[in-house]
């Protein structure tokens, strides 16, 4: 979910459990702030796009990809690291402190005053947290630029190493500041307040309230507050309306997904399958059509020459139509004149069987079925004479992806406009008189591979 608008800024998300005082102090320094105690927790509420500045609490011990690239303050004890001052870089635990000693290195003065605080309760800063420096590439510039930026902002330096026991710094590629001070003598709210005016100097645009007394809510009239109210019931209504359509896009995809693996195992059939999987689909969207479907496999006695795989009739009792119909699917192929030489050995049984013609010779067939259908060439364009052959006694030729796109196009009380069609055609069918509930014409085969410029295949 990524709500996008007009938020108040600095949008902050606190990260972990932050104790009731704390948090308190963080919501009325910030005007918008979401908080979580898992990351999961922040991804259900907020986008990491949409975040300003991340604050993360001492039992923090991941941070998801996104999640590290706004502003970062992390107090967390074990993480086991960070991005680095530079790309290519991390800072990283590199264990805990055996010796008491600690050198205080020059800070800005409002950091300044605020370690200074903090250092009247801390007498030794044995098992402190070390923070060590990785450089992912080789190069001697790369690695002491990352060592000075680094050293210019560490808090405290322990004399093991030496290695920061706590640091700042601006990463200059995302220009966005990143501190990590990974024990509990480092007061919160303290902290956060000093680093964050230091960046609202090099990022106004996410902390434009920051350094600006007269948008602290301290200093807000009665009628600045009332609007700022305003604004963040506003965002929350527009939060529940969210959470309300995800639930129902949430519905409506499920349904999708079950009513599409229904058509993949019965209409998409005729664009996917091949063999007995074909014939069955084929004969049913011929009886959808309107006509009288007979399979011949079913029908045939034991020791019977092979047969057609349907017959057709229309459903009129004074009506003598009647057509046999070849369904073959080819993997690589758009179909074979075998096919069609073995349509006319089946009108020759039906000729000993009923002393007539059958009215048409129907050849249905589903190319190519390794290929996307939209990629598909058609067996009339690599064998147009023998479709015309084929035509003369009646023939006719149906690619079952002109077959799908027919049915899909017509309105059912129009279904009867297709088995004219099939009745009345030769040669190769293009069924493309009929025009959807929404207007728009279904394309056939031949025409989309027109516009694509497909080659006929050999």
Avoid at 30 to 56: C, M, N, Q, R, Y
Avoid at 69 to 78: G, K, N, R, T, V
Avoid at 149 to 160: P, R
Avoid at 220 to 240: F, P, W
Wanted: proline share 5%.
């Amino acid at each position: 979910m990524s709500l996008r608008g007009s938020r108040p800024r600095p949008r902050v998300a606190l990260l972990g459990e932050f104790d009731p005082v704390t948090e308190d102090a963080l919501r009325a320094m910030f005007p918008t702030l979401w908080a979580g105690s898992t990351i999961g927790d922040l991804k259900s509420k907020i986008s990491a796009a949409e975040v300003d500045l991340v604050i993360a609490e001492s039992v923090v011990d991941v941070l998801d990809e996104g999640w590290t690239d706004p502003h970062l303050i992390c107090f967390s004890q074990i993480i086991a690291r960070l991005p680095g001052p530079l790309a290519g870089t991390l800072i990283y635990q590199q264990g805990q402190t055996e010796t008491e000693e600690f050198i205080l290195k020059p800070l800005p003065l409002p950091l300044h005053k605020v370690r200074a605080k903090d250092l009247q309760a801390v007498s030794n800063t044995r098992d402190w947290i070390k923070i060590g420096l990785i450089v992912q590439h080789s190069g001697s510039i790369l690695r002491a630029a990352a060592e000075d930026a680094l050293a210019s902002g560490t808090i405290l330096l322990t004399t093991e190493g030496p290695a920061p026991l706590g640091a700042f710094y601006l990463r200059r590629e995302k220009n966005r500041g990143l501190a990590w001070l990974p024990n509990r003598a480092f007061d919160r709210v303290n902290w956060i307040t000093a680093l964050t005016n230091l960046w609202a100097e090099i990022d106004p645009q996410s902390f434009p309230t920051i350094g600006n007394w007269a948008r602290s809510k301290t200093w807000m009239l009665g009628t600045e507050l009332a609007l700022l109210n305003r604004i963040s019931g506003l965002e929350q209504e527009k939060e529940e309306a969210v959470r309300s359509f995800d639930l129902l896009i949430e519905q409506a995809t499920h349904d999708l997904d079950a009513l599409s693996l229904k058509i993949d195992n019965s209409r998409r059939r005729l664009i996917s399958e091949q063999g007995d999987a074909l014939v069955d689909e084929v004969a049913s969207v011929l009886e959808e059509i309107g006509f009288k479907v007979e399979m011949m496999d079913e029908a045939l006695t034991s020791g019977t020459p092979k047969r057609e795989d349907l017959r057709l009739r229309v459903p009129t009792a004074d009506s003598e139509w009647e057509a046999i119909v070849e369904v073959r699917g080819y993997s690589r192929s758009g179909g074979t004149t075998a096919d069609l030489q073995r349509l006319e050995r089946f009108a020759a049984l039906y000729r000993l069987q009923r002393k007539r013609e059958p009215d048409k010779k129907i050849y249905i067939v589903n190319p190519q079925t390794e290929l996307p259908p939209g990629q598909r060439d058609l067996f009339s364009r690599s064998a147009s004479e023998d479709i015309s052959v084929f035509a003369e006694g009646e023939g006719l030729v149906i690619s079952t992806l002109d077959l799908f796109r027919a049915l899909k196009s017509t309105l059912p009380e129009n279904l009867a406009e297709i088995r004219r069609s099939i009745i009345e055609s030769r040669g190769t069918w293009a069924y493309s008189a009929s025009i959807s509930s929404s207007g728009v014409q279904e394309p056939t085969q031949e025409e989309i591979l027109q516009k694509e410029d497909v080659p006929a295949a050999d």
